[in-house]
């Protein structure tokens, strides 16, 4: 799932505009384009909740996140993620029903939850935004994750 801190009145009309922008287009560009924003003046903190519907390794989820972080992030700044994941889950991997949530907190900002723990900060200029676009962007890792964004949204603002 996705998660957007709309307690600010920024993030409301940000979002507000982004839906209405959809629903005239008929798409979620805009909402998505909101979500992935970086600026200082149109930040606002989000967040990816991931719960799984199978027991997983900790490897099999850094191999997967780290197939487009990898080409997009430097080498410091996926290494520090992956020690965040890693060392976050343990040995036994994650069990089913078990989550993982990524917050991005400030524009160059990444805490790492595990099992509802926090695990890590990770300070980089393009992870925060890299880890989501993978969601939210051209080619997301989920497609009806993006398809369902503007209904979420909707729920989230109770509009």
């Known amino acids: 799932g996705i998660m957007a801190e709309t307690h ?3 993030a409301k009309e940000k979002l507000r505009a ?12 805009a909402l998505c384009a909101a979500l ?3 600026e ?11 719960v799984f519907a199978r027991g997983v390794s ?4 850094s191999d997967a996140l780290g197939e487009k972080l990898k080409l997009n992030v430097t080498a410091a700044a996926f ?6 994941l890693l060392d976050g889950i343990g040995p036994s991997g994650l069990s089913k029903g078990e989550a993982l949530f990524f917050l991005w907190s400030e524009p160059e900002e990444l805490r790492v939850f595990i099992r509802g723990v926090f695990s890590g900060v ?3 200029p393009k992870l925060p935004r890299v880890l989501h676009a993978g969601f ?3 080619d997301p890792a989920v497609p009806e994750a993006k398809t369902g964004l503007a209904q979420g949204a909707r729920k989230l603002l109770a509009i």
């Open 18 to 29: 982004a839906l209405a922008t959809a629903d005239q287009n008929g798409g979620s560009q």
């Open 8 to 10: 600010t009145p920024k």
């Open 40 to 50: 200082s003046g149109d930040f606002f903190p989000k967040g990816l909740h991931m």
């Open 36 to 38: 992935l924003s970086q």
């Open 136 to 138: 939210l962007g051209a």
């Open 79 to 84: 290494q520090s993620f992956s020690t965040a």
């Open 58 to 61: 900790g490897k099999q989820i």
């Open 122 to 124: 990770i300070s980089d």
